[in-house]
Each structure stands twice: as C-alpha cells, then as structure tokens.
C-alpha cells in the first residue's frame, strides 16, 4: 500500500528550532514504522521560501528573499539529517518544477470559473502571511498569534471562490469524520466551515517575491497557494523521469501545527476540489511544545535549540523526548530540565540497564548464549497483542501513545528483573531451567520492544538488535516467542550514557 506522509514546509526567515524539529521527528516515526509494515513509503519536507515572512526578514538584513533562502535552507537541510529523518524528497517553492506545477494548477482553478478579479480590504498579518478576519483580530489590530500590530491592506488581486466550496467541503466532513483528525480539530474546523466562508485572495498585487499568476504577470500568487501545492507538486519532480502521483495521490496524512489548520482543512481541500484533484485522506494536527506556558518561537526567543541537544545527547534521546512529554496532538511543556530527568529515568536507566544488565547476565550465566527455551506464560501474556495495539495507535497518528504502549513493556521487563531475582536463580542448586526461561524471556522482551522502538530511536535500537543477532526487524517479527531463534548475544557500551553537562538551555 502507498504511504504518503507530509511535514508543512519551513518558512526560511530563520533558522529551525525545535517546534520545526517536533513535525519532522514525528513524520519519521510514522515514515519508519510504515516501512516496517512493509507499506510503500514517501515521505516529504521542505521549505516556503516566498511571501512576506520571508521577504521582510531579508528585507532587514538587507539581503534578497533568495539570498536568505539560499542562506537558511542549509540549516532546514541540516535539520533533517541530524534528527535522522529519512525523507525521500526535500522541496523548495524556488524550485523553476514547482512554480511549473503551480501554474498549471492555478490556471486551472481559473479556468474552471472560480477565480475573479476583486479588490482586497482588510487586516492581513505579515507574520502568518493571512488575511485576518474582525472576528479573529484581538484588541482592536493585533494578531492572534503573533500578538503583533496588523497591517489595513486594501489591494486589487485576484480572488479564489472559496464561499463555492462551503457545501463540498460540509459533504467531505460528513462522509469522511477522519479527514481532520484529533476530532477537536475536526469540529473547529468545520465550525469555521459552517460559520459561512468568504472568498480569499489567489493573488498579491503589491508583492513581487513569488510564482507569477499565469494569466496576469504583474501580480504573484498568494503564498498560502503556492505553499500548499508543494504536497501535489513535490511528486510531479522529485524522481527525475516519473511521475509520482499516480502512485502516492491522495497523500495520506498532512502532519500540521495547530496554527495552520484553516489553510490545510478548508483551503486546500477546497483548492484541490476547484481544480479537479483528489483531495488527501488526512490532514493530523498537532499541539505547540510550550516553554512553561508560553510557544515556542524565535520571535519570542525562548526556544530550544535541537541541534546542541543532539550534539550532547544523540537524536535518539530528542526524537524519544519531544514524542515521550507531550501527548500528540495536545500542547504540552519542554524545559532541558524535564529531558534531563526523562533522558536519566527512561532512557539510560529503563532501557539503557535493562539492555546492559540483560547482556551481562547472559554473559555470566550462560556464556553469551541465549538458552534455547521458553518464557513463562505469565511474561508472554503481558506482550499478547503488543505489536496489533501498536499499529492500531500509529493508525490513528497517535504516536506518543504506541510509545506508551511500547514503554509498559518497557517497564514490565524490569519488574520481571526485580521478582524473578536471576542472581539468585544462578545461585540456587538446580533453577537452572527457571533461569533459562527468565534468560531468554528478557531477551526475546528486548528483541520486540526494541523492534517497535525502532521507528523512535533507530541507532540504539539497531545496536541492541545487532547485538543480540535479531535480524528481522519487521513488524511481523514484533512477536514475543518463537519467531526468530536468537543465538549469542554480544556485550553492548551503554546505549544511553551519562552526560556530564547540562542540556543546552533555553536561548
Ligand atoms: N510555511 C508555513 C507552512 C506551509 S505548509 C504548506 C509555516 N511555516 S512555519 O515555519 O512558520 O511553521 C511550520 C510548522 O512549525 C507549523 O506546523 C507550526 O505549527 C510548527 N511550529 C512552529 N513552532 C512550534 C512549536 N513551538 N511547537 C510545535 N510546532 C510548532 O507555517
């Protein structure tokens, strides 16, 4: 089955943080965990390089729009490889092929009578690059997101008939309930919806920063347009010679922050439908990292930043972090103080001594082999249904959920150490047999959690896996018993060792 996931692109006014790294990171997961499952993958990030984010940021620094997306594209680039995401494909709007598609596509929503020429008035914030309602102004002139003073436009550009679509997209919310998922999600974004839609703007006429409207050059396309089609687009050119969408459209899921909801849930559904193009199975959205109670952003200035903690800890211990604190699909709080304790508590203890003491006894007890036998029932019974639970989670996006699954088990692993006493099983005059089954029993625990736990820490799970010569690591073999025989196992350095300085703190 294809699998098409999606993370939004990146504004490149300035450099990532870790709210940009959250999407990627969870994207991956879902990326990694399909691939497990066999399913045909794609995965997609990038950037959004036009509009007024970013052509006043360059504006500031006195360079061009282009200049500084040359500039931080680098860093979007970089962020990716170092939370070890594996995308197939890393799309920038200033690509001369997406500006290809864009045309095409806008010109068919023109063609099909949904465009008009009209006059823009109203709030528009340079920050979210949106035009803003009165209902969603605050305090007279401010955005609602980014607290800044709005600016009154009043312009001729072109406009898309969205109000058109208020009974399509009504209909695409009653048949299919999981087009936006979390359902508080779902039932904004449909109350948006019924509350009645107004046309917005295809076009910009005073911006210069952008894809030219095909019919008319003086003016470019709005760049919520133009952003939103690198989903359709990215597919038309990411393998040179083919053509991807015949395969991978609909996409799958759309990953978004909570901010951007209106453009992906009623926008670009509705563009899709203006234009004659199946719209995407799921649109997912997520809650903000919060620093106490506040988002995390540049301009607020209070963000971690994700490449020194991977610096210091590894992108394993991030990606565990940011998808272990915070629910997946609520808000939720990150301070290097509360990934220091998960880091110590979870990670280098659960999981890390589990793994080196499980080794170590296998070493001393029996030589390094792992005894050829059975775990008791009563162990086998607590990972019934583990692998079927944890799909059933990432089938509904809940990422941080089938982590929890996965870590009860974690968990139950080192009870099991703690009731079953293996150093005083070795001592006691023919406990030999219990000791084998609670031997191998720890081993064949850590071969299935650590192939479920893969998706989340890829390089300490493929070192457990290596070190216990556990070579499939599908979801099929996700099974607690006999599905694979594993042999001998080698001593492992400790997967997630102490670090002695403090995680980088909040800039
Ligand atoms: N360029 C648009 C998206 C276009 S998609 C067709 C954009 N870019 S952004 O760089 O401002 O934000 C990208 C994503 O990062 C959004 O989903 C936003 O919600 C997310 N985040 C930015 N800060 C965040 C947090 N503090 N926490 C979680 N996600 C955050 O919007």
């Known amino acids: 089955m294809p699998y098409y996931v999606t993370t939004p692109i990146y504004y490149v006014n300035a450099e990532p943080h870790l709210g940009h790294a959250y999407t990627t990171i969870a994207a991956d997961v879902l990326?990694?965990?399909?691939?497990?499952?066999?399913?045909?993958?794609?995965?997609?990030?990038?950037?959004?390089?036009?509009g007024e984010p970013v052509t006043r940021a360059a504006e500031a620094l006195g360079i061009t729009p282009r200049e500084l997306?040359?500039?931080?594209?680098?860093?979007?680039?970089?962020?990716?490889?170092?939370?070890?995401?594996t995308t197939d494909f890393f799309i920038r709007t200033t690509d001369p092929e997406h500006y290809a598609v864009v045309e095409e596509v806008v010109q068919r929503i023109q063609d099909n009578g949904h465009v008009y020429p009209g006059t823009y008035e109203g709030w528009y914030c340079p920050r979210c690059a949106d035009f803003k309602s009165e209902a969603e102004v605050e305090d007279g002139d401010r955005c609602p997101i980014h607290k800044i003073k709005l600016?009154?436009?009043?312009?001729?550009?072109?406009?898309?008939?969205?109000?058109?679509f208020q009974e399509p997209l009504e209909r695409l919310y009653a048949e299919y309930p999981a087009f936006v998922r979390p359902e508080n999600r779902h039932n904004e974004a449909l109350a948006f919806i019924k509350q009645g839609l107004r046309d917005v703007s295809l076009s910009r006429a005073r911006l210069r920063w952008g894809v030219p409207v095909p019919w008319d050059r003086e003016q470019v396309i709005y760049v919520w347009i133009d952003a939103l089609l690198n989903y359709y687009s990215a597919l038309a050119y990411a393998r040179e010679g083919e053509d991807l969408r015949p395969r991978f459209w609909p996409a799958s899921v759309h990953l978004i922050g909570k901010d951007i909801l209106k453009f992906h849930a009623v926008i670009w559904p509705a563009m899709l439908m203006a234009a004659g193009i199946e719209v995407p199975r799921q649109v997912f959205v997520h809650g903000f990292l919060l620093m106490g109670e506040h988002k995390m952003s540049k301009s607020l200035g209070n963000v971690i930043d994700p490449f020194?903690?991977?610096?210091?800890?590894?992108?394993?211990?991030?990606?565990?972090?940011?998808?272990r604190e915070v629910a997946f699909g609520g808000d939720g709080s990150v301070?290097?103080?509360?990934?220091?304790?998960?880091?110590?508590?979870?990670?280098?203890?659960?999981?890390?001594?589990?793994?080196?003491?499980?080794m170590a006894m296998v070493a001393r007890y029996r030589d390094g082999a792992v005894p050829a036998t059975t775990a008791s029932a009563e162990l086998t019974g607590d990972f019934d249904g583990l692998a079927e639970r944890v799909i059933e989670r990432f089938d509904a996006v809940d990422v941080s959920g089938a982590l929890e699954e996965i870590w009860r088990r974690v968990r139950r692993l080192n009870q099991w150490v703690q009731e079953t006493a293996p150093w005083q099983l070795a001592k006691e005059p023919g406990s030999d047999d219990q000791l084998d089954a609670v031997l191998y029993g720890l081993v064949e625990g850590l071969r299935v959690i650590s192939i479920l736990l893969h998706p989340?820490?890829?390089?300490?799970?493929?070192?457990l896996l290596d070190a216990i010569g556990?070579?499939?690591?599908?979801?099929?073999?996700?099974?607690?018993?006999?599905v694979e025989r594993l042999g001998a196992v080698s001593g492992i350095a400790p997967l997630f060792p102490k670090v002695e300085r403090e995680p980088a703190p909040a800039a």
Not at 35 to 50: A, K, N, P, S, Y
Not at 69 to 85: I, K, S, W
Not at 312 to 322: E, I, N, P, T
Not at 470 to 482: H, K, L, N
């Open 31 to 50: 990326a990694r965990h399909m691939r497990q499952r066999g399913e045909d993958v794609f995965f997609l990030t990038g950037t959004d390089e036009h």
């Open 69 to 85: 997306g040359d500039r931080n594209v680098v860093h979007f680039r970089d962020l990716v490889t170092r939370v070890n995401a």
């Open 151 to 164: 600016d009154w436009e009043r312009e001729d550009n072109y406009f898309f008939r969205l109000s058109a």
């Open 308 to 323: 020194q903690v991977i610096d210091l800890y590894g992108s394993d211990a991030l990606r565990f972090y940011v998808l």
């Open 335 to 358: 301070s290097p103080e509360g990934f220091e304790t998960r880091y110590t508590t979870e990670l280098a203890n659960e999981y890390g001594n589990l793994a080196s003491r499980t």
């Open 456 to 463: 989340f820490m890829p390089e300490a799970t493929t070192r």
């Open 470 to 482: 556990a070579e499939d690591r599908s979801i099929a073999a996700a099974r607690f018993g006999d």
